[in-house]
């Protein structure tokens, strides 16, 4: 099967994944700025690989797959890497962790259900502040006299908030869905 470009661009940010891990397991000044490059790099590709296989028409079942896979990867190993380090706070991040697993879950359910989940703003807004809140946490040290760090933790408390508001709105989403749908089933019985 001949991967799309969309795909190839998603490939590459699991490839970018255990790099950021290493680079902040042997953290030091330099490999975190390289590091939090390295994640801005990921954090680009997943805005790329979703605009091009939009307009180029390159969706495929595989992107599908892979695109939502390649977030939560990323996202979740840098997480618990900062956790490792004591930059982040473990209560958050297992939140955090816990919301991406359960909409994951709940979404295997909906599509045994038939039912459409699509990424929502709510959804899309939780990612970009893990992102901005990421960033900030991967450099650590202070940067042009800035606390970047307290920076990245605000974001962190704002998108952990995000996150449980998006997973509230993914399962009042699915519920309607749910509920319009075996609703229509009886209908169609009697």
Known sequence: MMLTLATKITLLRIIIVPLVVI??????????????AFFAIAGITDWMDGYIARNQHMVTNIGKFLDPLADKLLICAVLI???DKAWAPAWVVIIIVCRELII????????????????????????????AAILPLTLHYETFGINVHLIGTVLLYLSMVMALFSCFNYFR??????CAKHEQAKDGTK
């Open 23 to 36: 680079l902040l397991y042997f953290e030091n000044p330099v490999n975190c700025i390289l590091a939090t």
């Open 104 to 131: 994951t879950g709940l979404r295997t359910i909906a599509i045994d259900e038939g039912i459409v989940m699509a990424a929502d703003k709510y959804g899309k807004i939780k990612t970009v502040l893990q992102i």
């Open 173 to 178: 989403a699915f519920y309607k869905q749910f």
């Open 81 to 83: 890497m900062l956790v």
